[in-house]
């Protein structure tokens, strides 16, 4: 755990508590550990949210916070696994109540098996309580049973918390926009997983299969120092590019194949989130070429609006006339049917070949939290892009056989994505190390 992040997570401990009633209480447990079969465990990943506000890594734990009342300051209260000798031989390192206070800048640390009685001391008179609404079953019961504890106290004089409010609500806006430390990191998980990205192009050739060019990712990811990849790797041979979420990636490519990578690595929490598609022999074929240039035109519409002040679905918008107007002038919607780009988006025929989003928040999640429209103005419409906010960028085109629809086309896949942050003079494309051009594409590939 770097210093910057131990500050930067500190930082956003005493926002969240500045914006809290005096004496409130707020809640936020990580993640559990879970078995992905017989006495195997799934990897462990901690909570996204606790991570923000803690840096801490380990299972087991809860972040406590208290709002500053009267002269008593604000305190930070972590939750964790004791030290524990025998257990640290077979499972590894754990900082323990004292580590985890010296290293992590809390105010205070106990053992987790004190939680139950902390926290009837802790809302104990405390005005309101802040947790994730609705989240979770097993925090609700285990603030049922608080409560009740404060509650039988009540013939003393103590009260229980008369408010609740959503945790989540207040963390969204913040994960929203990623202060320098997240930036950062974002930028070096886009870095390696763009070179990822890149060692996949270069390693491929007809016949190989869709795990081989997935292993090459892995390598890199993990040669870097990246803890995994972000979400599983999409690797799309030909016709497979087609499934939006295929991730079987065991089929063998064939000469004259398109490759669809949409892959990530996860880096200190965060998530890099990249698309690329190129051929596996090296060489675009002219249909193939065509398309990809319309979705490469699409992107660059869809870049053009990501400036602050514009609105989030302007990028959207600017990929579909792009993409509706190429559909038309290559033949994939025919003119003398379907009309105009007008028509075509009005009646949605666009989807037919280009049916997701242009793009999402991204940062420790891939999809990232936050809202995407005003939802307190009439019509909530779609909020407006500000400096520090992370996003995906990623039109595409799929063309399933279908009547009408040129052969030249069939099974053709193409998803271009990177990952950019909003700044003060429009955005900065943190993937831009990956090849993407026809051109870029073709040298990469080229034997050397
Ligand atoms: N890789 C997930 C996405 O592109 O949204
Ligand atoms: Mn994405
Ligand atoms: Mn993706």
Redesign the pocket.
């Known amino acids: 755990m770097t210093a910057a992040v131990v500050r930067a997570c500190a930082a956003r401990r005493a926002a969240v508590l500045a914006r809290m009633q005096p004496g409130a209480v707020a809640i936020l447990p990580t993640t559990a550990e879970a078995l992905r079969n017989g006495d195997a465990e799934y990897p462990y990943r901690h909570d996204s949210y606790f991570y923000y506000l803690s840096g801490f890594c380990e299972p087991d734990a809860v972040l406590v916070l208290v709002a500053a009342r009267g002269a008593q300051a604000a305190q930070s209260i972590l939750f964790c696994r004791a030290k524990n000798s025998e257990r640290e031989i077979w499972d590894g390192f754990r900082h323990g109540p004292d580590g985890a206070r010296a290293h992590f800048g809390f105010d205070a640390a106990f053992p987790i098996e004190e939680l139950d009685t902390e926290m009837a001391r802790l809302l104990a008179d405390a005005p309101a309580l802040w947790y994730a609404l609705g989240h979770s079953a097993a925090l609700d019961v285990q603030i049922k049973t608080w409560l009740a504890a404060v509650r039988s106290q009540a013939r003393s004089g103590v009260r229980a918390p008369a408010e609740a409010h959503d945790l989540f609500v207040l963390l969204d806006e913040m994960r929203l926009i990623k202060d320098d430390s997240e930036q950062a990191t974002m930028l070096r998980a886009s870095q390696i997983s763009a070179r990822a990205h890149t060692r996949a192009m270069k390693a491929a050739r007809p016949g190989m299969f869709e795990y081989e060019l997935e292993a090459e990712l892995l390598h890199e990811f993990r040669r870097s120092g990246a803890q995994s990849p972000a ?1 599983t790797s ?1 690797v799309a041979a030909g016709a497979n590019a087609c499934v939006l979420h295929y991730v079987a990636n065991n089929a063998q490519s064939r000469d004259g194949d398109l490759i669809l990578i ?3 690595c996860e880096l200190d929490g965060y998530a890099a ?1 990249i ?1 690329r598609t190129f051929p596996v022999n090296g060489r675009f074929s002219a249909p193939q070429r065509a398309l990809y240039e319309l979705v490469l035109a699409a992107q660059n519409a869809a870049l053009a609006a990501a400036r602050p002040g514009l609105p989030y679905s302007g990028m959207h918008d600017a990929a579909v006339a792009v993409l509706a107007g190429g559909m038309l002038d290559l033949g994939l919607l025919d003119k003398a049917v379907v009309g105009s780009v007008d028509d075509v988006i009005a009646e949605r025929l666009h989807q037919q070949f280009y049916m997701h989003g242009t793009g ?1 928040w991204l940062g420790m999640d ?2 990232d939290v936050g809202a995407y429209r005003d939802s307190h103005l009439d019509g909530k419409p779609s909020r407006a892009l500000l400096a520090g906010m992370a996003l ?1 960028v ?1 039109p595409g085109i799929y063309v399933r056989p279908a009547a009408g629809v040129p052969e030249q086309f069939w099974h053709i896949g193409i ?1 271009i ?1 990177d990952d950019v942050i909003i700044d003060a003079g429009g955005h900065r494309i943190l993937t831009i190390d990956a090849p993407k051009t026809v051109a870029e594409i073709e040298a990469a590939m080229a034997p050397a």
């Open positions: 979400y999409i949409d892959a990530g989130d698309s999402h891939v999809h995906t990623e998803r994505e």
